[in-house]
């Protein structure tokens, strides 16, 4: 069974820190997908990024960078000079193929809530 | 494109009534998932769609729960009779298999059952 581990359940920064996001991972499958999901106090489910399994390459989009190492099946989230902005519950999510029918089930993590304070 | 439309946004009722969610897919998405999210349980799917059959229903909590998907543009999620450990957010999220692997999600129906 797929399975999607954020150990970090809360962290707080000041602005303008550095953070990271830990997700590590669990499948046996050998094509899969990788995702992390924002969740403001809003509500809604933003998706950030989308990475496959055969694409190791780190990706850097304006202050969000992230980390796919499969040699540790780590999947990690790096906010570079945090902002009140970014104070949200972050999701990293798995997803399986699924054989009968076709189409994407995603496994989610429990989610890292990070508030980011003046 | 409007992205995946949920109504309603908010809905209160009473222990034993029956509550219908709804969900319009984004056009050309042809499958179709539903969510619930708890602060005990995390996000949670229920049933997943695709092309308008029901593929997984595993986590569909009991028979009180269900759901169909009458054609490509609309879904509804049932619960009948509801109950208060059904308050939950539940969102509907949807993705064009075989194009993109992302699923798009809907801005959520907070349900609370008093």
């Known amino acids: 069974a797929q399975k999607v581990t954020q150990a970090q359940t809360e962290i707080s920064v000041v602005e303008k820190e550095d953070v990271t996001l830990d997700c590590v991972y669990e499948?046996?499958?050998?094509?899969?997908?990788l995702f992390w999901y924002k969740q403001p106090p809003s509500g809604e489910l933003v998706f950030l990024i989308r990475?496959?399994?055969?694409?190791?390459q780190n990706e850097i989009s304006g202050r969000y960078s992230w980390n796919f190492q499969k040699s540790t099946s780590s999947f990690n989230f790096t906010i570079t000079a945090s902002q009140v902005v970014d104070s949200a519950v972050y999701f990293c999510?798995?997803?399986?193929?699924?054989?009968?029918?076709?189409?994407?089930?995603?496994?989610f993590g429990t989610g890292t809530q990070l508030k980011v304070e003046l | 494109d409007a992205g995946v439309i949920q109504s309603p946004r908010h809905e209160v009722t009473e222990m034993g009534q029956e509550v219908t969610l709804r969900c319009k897919p984004i056009?050309?998405?042809?499958?179709l998932f539903w969510y619930r999210q708890t602060m005990m349980r995390g996000l949670e799917l229920l049933i997943y769609f695709n092309n308008n059959v029901p593929i997984d229903d595993s986590g569909m909590p009991e028979d009180r729960f269900s759901a169909k998907m009458p054609n490509a543009s609309f879904s509804t999620l049932k619960i009948q009779p509801s109950e208060p450990r059904d308050s939950a957010v539940y969102f509907c999220a949807t993705l064009a298999t075989l194009r993109y692997n992302e699923q798009f999600f809907g801005p959520g129906t907070r349900l609370t059952v008093l």
């Open positions: 999510a798995l997803s399986e193929y699924m054989l009968t029918g076709g189409g994407n089930k995603l496994t």
């Open positions: 056009s050309g998405h042809n499958s």
């Open positions: 990475r496959n399994s055969f694409d190791e």
């Open positions: 499948t046996r499958d050998t094509t899969y997908y």
